[in-house]
Protein backbone atom coordinates (compact mmCIF):
# COMPACT_ATOMS: atom_id res chain seq x y z
CA UNK A 1 0.00 0.00 0.00
CA UNK A 2 1.37 2.88 -0.59
CA UNK A 3 2.66 5.72 -1.13
CA UNK A 4 -0.09 7.47 0.74
CA UNK A 5 -0.61 11.38 -0.33
CA UNK A 6 -0.58 13.49 2.75
CA UNK A 7 2.12 11.51 4.89
CA UNK A 8 3.80 9.51 2.07
CA UNK A 9 3.90 6.56 3.65
CA UNK A 10 3.83 2.62 2.39
CA UNK A 11 3.00 -0.70 3.99
CA UNK A 12 4.51 -3.89 3.02
CA UNK A 13 3.79 -7.28 4.46
CA UNK A 14 5.26 -10.52 3.73
CA UNK A 15 5.29 -13.93 4.81
CA UNK A 16 6.72 -17.61 4.55
CA UNK A 17 5.71 -20.62 6.00
CA UNK A 18 9.10 -22.21 6.08
CA UNK A 19 12.90 -21.17 6.46
CA UNK A 20 15.05 -19.84 3.53
CA UNK A 21 18.09 -21.02 2.42
CA UNK A 22 19.69 -17.70 1.00
CA UNK A 23 21.33 -15.03 2.76
CA UNK A 24 19.29 -11.87 2.02
CA UNK A 25 20.25 -8.30 1.70
CA UNK A 26 18.20 -5.71 3.07
CA UNK A 27 17.28 -3.12 0.39
CA UNK A 28 18.86 0.36 1.76
CA UNK A 29 16.08 3.05 1.27
CA UNK A 30 17.61 6.60 0.90
CA UNK A 31 14.66 8.36 1.54
CA UNK A 32 12.74 6.80 3.93
CA UNK A 33 12.84 5.46 7.89
CA UNK A 34 11.96 1.33 7.94
CA UNK A 35 9.87 0.45 10.80
CA UNK A 36 9.73 -3.91 10.49
CA UNK A 37 7.18 -5.25 12.92
CA UNK A 38 7.60 -9.45 13.55
CA UNK A 39 3.94 -10.51 13.76
CA UNK A 40 5.06 -14.54 14.60
CA UNK A 41 8.09 -15.24 16.15
CA UNK A 42 11.17 -15.16 13.99
CA UNK A 43 14.67 -17.17 14.26
CA UNK A 44 17.08 -15.61 12.20
CA UNK A 45 20.57 -14.81 11.79
CA UNK A 46 22.40 -11.49 11.31
CA UNK A 47 25.67 -11.45 8.79
CA UNK A 48 28.67 -8.99 8.80
CA UNK A 49 30.02 -9.61 5.86
CA UNK A 50 30.35 -13.16 5.58
CA UNK A 51 30.62 -13.80 8.92
CA UNK A 52 27.06 -14.25 11.51
CA UNK A 53 27.30 -11.86 14.60
CA UNK A 54 23.97 -12.38 15.83
CA UNK A 55 21.73 -15.28 16.20
CA UNK A 56 18.20 -16.18 17.92
CA UNK A 57 14.63 -15.46 17.95
CA UNK A 58 12.72 -12.15 18.10
CA UNK A 59 9.16 -12.36 19.24
CA UNK A 60 6.40 -11.58 18.09
CA UNK A 61 5.06 -7.91 17.78
CA UNK A 62 8.53 -6.70 18.33
CA UNK A 63 9.68 -3.79 16.13
CA UNK A 64 12.85 -2.17 15.03
CA UNK A 65 13.39 1.65 13.32
CA UNK A 66 16.11 1.25 10.49
CA UNK A 67 17.81 4.61 9.34
CA UNK A 68 17.71 5.84 5.65
CA UNK A 69 20.30 3.91 3.52
CA UNK A 70 20.80 1.05 5.86
CA UNK A 71 22.06 -2.08 4.53
CA UNK A 72 22.46 -5.67 6.05
CA UNK A 73 22.39 -9.08 5.42
CA UNK A 74 20.22 -11.58 7.05
CA UNK A 75 18.99 -15.51 6.92
CA UNK A 76 15.83 -17.06 7.85
CA UNK A 77 15.83 -19.93 10.13
CA UNK A 78 12.30 -19.96 9.92
CA UNK A 79 8.64 -19.13 8.73
CA UNK A 80 7.80 -15.26 9.17
CA UNK A 81 5.48 -13.00 9.38
CA UNK A 82 6.75 -9.49 8.90
CA UNK A 83 5.45 -5.81 8.18
CA UNK A 84 7.28 -2.99 6.40
CA UNK A 85 6.52 0.58 7.29
CA UNK A 86 8.17 3.28 5.24
CA UNK A 87 8.08 6.88 6.79
CA UNK A 88 9.52 9.69 4.83
CA UNK A 89 12.42 11.43 5.36
CA UNK A 90 10.67 14.57 4.86
CA UNK A 91 7.28 13.70 6.60
CA UNK A 92 9.79 13.18 9.67
CA UNK A 93 11.91 16.64 9.14
CA UNK A 94 8.36 18.33 9.02
CA UNK A 95 7.08 16.86 12.24
CA UNK A 96 10.04 17.71 14.24
CA UNK A 97 9.80 21.40 13.17
CA UNK A 98 6.69 21.64 13.54
CA UNK A 99 7.75 20.21 17.07
CA UNK A 100 9.98 23.37 17.05
CA UNK A 101 13.11 21.78 17.31
CA UNK A 102 14.46 23.68 14.57
CA UNK A 103 18.09 21.58 14.83
CA UNK A 104 16.32 18.58 13.61
CA UNK A 105 16.23 15.14 15.30
CA UNK A 106 15.97 12.20 13.54
CA UNK A 107 14.72 9.09 14.23
CA UNK A 108 17.15 6.50 15.82
CA UNK A 109 18.29 2.99 15.29
CA UNK A 110 16.90 0.81 17.43
CA UNK A 111 17.00 -2.97 18.40
CA UNK A 112 13.56 -4.72 18.38
CA UNK A 113 11.77 -3.76 21.28
CA UNK A 114 8.15 -3.68 22.30
CA UNK A 115 5.31 -0.59 22.32
CA UNK A 116 2.05 -1.51 22.66
CA UNK A 117 1.22 1.73 20.71
CA UNK A 118 3.16 0.99 17.55
CA UNK A 119 1.53 -2.15 17.40
CA UNK A 120 -1.87 -1.17 17.53
CA UNK A 121 -1.39 1.46 14.61
CA UNK A 122 0.30 -0.88 12.27
CA UNK A 123 -2.74 -3.13 13.64
CA UNK A 124 -5.08 -0.55 12.88
CA UNK A 125 -3.65 0.05 9.33
CA UNK A 126 -3.12 -3.65 8.24
CA UNK A 127 -7.15 -3.63 9.35
CA UNK A 128 -8.10 -0.55 7.24
CA UNK A 129 -9.80 -2.32 4.63
CA UNK A 130 -12.49 -3.51 7.36
CA UNK A 131 -12.40 -0.91 9.43
CA UNK A 132 -13.12 2.07 6.61
CA UNK A 133 -13.88 0.55 3.78
CA UNK A 134 -13.95 3.05 1.09
CA UNK A 135 -11.85 5.31 3.28
CA UNK A 136 -9.33 2.42 3.80
CA UNK A 137 -6.34 4.39 2.30
CA UNK A 138 -7.40 8.08 4.05
CA UNK A 139 -7.51 6.05 7.33
CA UNK A 140 -3.91 4.49 6.98
CA UNK A 141 -2.44 8.54 5.85
CA UNK A 142 -3.52 9.72 9.20
CA UNK A 143 -2.60 6.46 11.00
CA UNK A 144 1.17 7.14 9.22
CA UNK A 145 0.98 10.17 10.33
CA UNK A 146 0.32 9.79 14.17
CA UNK A 147 2.41 6.79 14.09
CA UNK A 148 4.94 9.30 12.86
CA UNK A 149 4.38 12.03 15.74
CA UNK A 150 4.79 9.39 18.12
CA UNK A 151 7.87 8.00 17.03
CA UNK A 152 9.39 11.15 17.20
CA UNK A 153 8.46 11.61 20.82
CA UNK A 154 9.98 8.55 22.00
CA UNK A 155 12.36 7.24 19.49
CA UNK A 156 14.16 10.37 18.58
CA UNK A 157 17.58 12.04 18.91
CA UNK A 158 18.52 15.46 18.24
CA UNK A 159 20.93 15.16 14.78
CA UNK A 160 23.92 16.78 17.32
CA UNK A 161 23.59 14.37 19.68
CA UNK A 162 27.16 13.61 20.92
CA UNK A 163 28.62 10.08 21.95
CA UNK A 164 27.90 8.47 25.28
CA UNK A 165 30.76 8.97 27.43
CA UNK A 166 31.14 5.25 28.62
CA UNK A 167 33.22 3.73 26.16
CA UNK A 168 36.43 1.59 25.83
CA UNK A 169 37.98 -0.41 28.25
CA UNK A 170 35.13 1.06 30.61
CA UNK A 171 32.19 -0.55 28.58
CA UNK A 172 34.19 -3.78 28.17
CA UNK A 173 34.53 -3.87 31.83
CA UNK A 174 30.94 -3.17 32.07
CA UNK A 175 29.72 -5.65 29.81
CA UNK A 176 32.06 -8.45 30.90
CA UNK A 177 30.67 -8.61 34.35
CA UNK A 178 27.38 -8.55 33.03
CA UNK A 179 27.90 -11.50 31.19
CA UNK A 180 29.71 -13.08 33.87
CA UNK A 181 27.13 -12.99 36.43
CA UNK A 182 24.10 -13.45 34.53
CA UNK A 183 23.15 -15.78 37.20
CA UNK A 184 23.01 -13.56 40.06
CA UNK A 185 21.02 -10.29 40.74
CA UNK A 186 22.82 -7.17 39.08
CA UNK A 187 22.13 -4.12 40.32
CA UNK A 188 22.96 -0.82 38.78
CA UNK A 189 24.78 0.37 41.92
CA UNK A 190 26.43 -2.51 41.25
CA UNK A 191 27.93 -1.90 37.62
CA UNK A 192 28.06 1.88 38.29
CA UNK A 193 31.07 1.29 40.26
CA UNK A 194 32.45 -0.41 38.04
CA UNK A 195 33.06 2.64 35.77
CA UNK A 196 33.27 4.98 38.72
CA UNK A 197 29.82 7.00 37.53
CA UNK A 198 27.13 7.86 39.52
CA UNK A 199 24.06 5.02 39.39
CA UNK A 200 21.35 7.76 37.10
CA UNK A 201 24.35 8.98 35.28
CA UNK A 202 26.26 5.17 34.57
CA UNK A 203 22.07 4.84 33.47
CA UNK A 204 22.38 7.38 30.98
CA UNK A 205 25.68 6.47 29.47
CA UNK A 206 24.92 2.78 29.01
CA UNK A 207 21.68 3.41 27.31
CA UNK A 208 23.24 5.71 25.08
CA UNK A 209 26.15 3.62 24.31
CA UNK A 210 24.39 0.26 23.73
CA UNK A 211 21.08 1.45 23.16
CA UNK A 212 18.74 -0.14 26.06
CA UNK A 213 19.23 0.78 29.70
CA UNK A 214 21.21 -1.74 31.81
CA UNK A 215 17.90 -3.70 33.31
CA UNK A 216 16.58 -4.25 29.78
CA UNK A 217 19.93 -5.31 28.44
CA UNK A 218 20.72 -7.52 31.15
CA UNK A 219 17.11 -9.10 30.77
CA UNK A 220 17.62 -9.29 26.83
CA UNK A 221 20.87 -11.20 27.60
CA UNK A 222 19.53 -13.63 30.27
CA UNK A 223 17.04 -14.52 27.33
CA UNK A 224 19.11 -14.95 24.90
CA UNK A 225 20.73 -17.75 26.71
CA UNK A 226 17.60 -19.53 27.86
CA UNK A 227 16.37 -19.44 24.52
CA UNK A 228 19.65 -21.37 24.01
CA UNK A 229 19.06 -23.67 26.92
CA UNK A 230 15.52 -24.25 25.64
CA UNK A 231 16.62 -25.78 22.51
CA UNK A 232 19.64 -27.69 23.53
CA UNK A 233 17.55 -30.42 25.34
CA UNK A 234 14.45 -30.87 27.47
CA UNK A 235 16.09 -29.22 30.91
CA UNK A 236 12.95 -28.08 33.34
CA UNK A 237 11.95 -25.24 32.98
CA UNK A 238 12.66 -24.10 36.79
CA UNK A 239 16.12 -25.14 36.14
CA UNK A 240 16.49 -22.83 33.51
CA UNK A 241 14.93 -20.15 35.16
CA UNK A 242 17.37 -20.53 38.04
CA UNK A 243 20.50 -21.06 36.00
CA UNK A 244 19.92 -17.14 34.32
CA UNK A 245 19.03 -15.34 37.21
CA UNK A 246 14.94 -15.55 37.47
CA UNK A 247 13.36 -15.72 40.64
CA UNK A 248 11.27 -18.09 39.71
CA UNK A 249 9.90 -20.01 37.11
CA UNK A 250 6.65 -17.65 36.81
CA UNK A 251 9.17 -15.06 36.80
CA UNK A 252 10.82 -16.21 34.15
CA UNK A 253 7.54 -17.51 31.98
CA UNK A 254 6.28 -13.90 32.41
CA UNK A 255 9.66 -12.06 31.14
CA UNK A 256 10.02 -14.72 28.61
CA UNK A 257 6.01 -14.30 26.66
CA UNK A 258 6.43 -10.49 26.77
CA UNK A 259 9.93 -10.72 25.17
CA UNK A 260 9.20 -13.71 22.56
CA UNK A 261 5.06 -13.80 21.54
CA UNK A 262 5.61 -17.55 23.14
CA UNK A 263 5.55 -19.29 26.64
CA UNK A 264 8.88 -21.52 27.20
CA UNK A 265 7.14 -24.54 26.47
CA UNK A 266 5.57 -23.29 23.46
CA UNK A 267 8.92 -21.94 22.22
CA UNK A 268 10.22 -24.94 22.55
CA UNK A 269 7.62 -26.73 20.87
CA UNK A 270 7.94 -23.92 17.79
CA UNK A 271 11.83 -24.53 17.62
CA UNK A 272 11.77 -28.11 17.33
CA UNK A 273 9.30 -27.91 14.81
CA UNK A 274 11.25 -25.57 12.34
CA UNK A 275 14.52 -27.45 12.92
Not at 115 to 120: A, E, I
Not at 150 to 175: I, K, M
Not at 238 to 243: L, P, Q, S, V, Y
Request: charge should be neutral; proline fraction near 6%.
Amino acid sequence: MGPLPASGAALARWSSEGPGQAIKSVCPHPGTYRLALIMEPLDARIWHGDTPVWGGTIGANRFRLCPPGEQGRWSQLSGCDIVNLFLPVQLVDRLALQRGEHTGATLAASAFTTDRMVFDLVRKMLDAQALAGPLAGELCDHLAIALACYLLEHYSQPCEASPSTLGGARLRRVLRHITEHLDAPLANAELAALCGMSAAHFSREFHRAVGAPPHRYVLSQRLELACKALAAGQARIADIAEEFGFHSASHFTRAFTAEYGLSPTAWRAHHSNNC
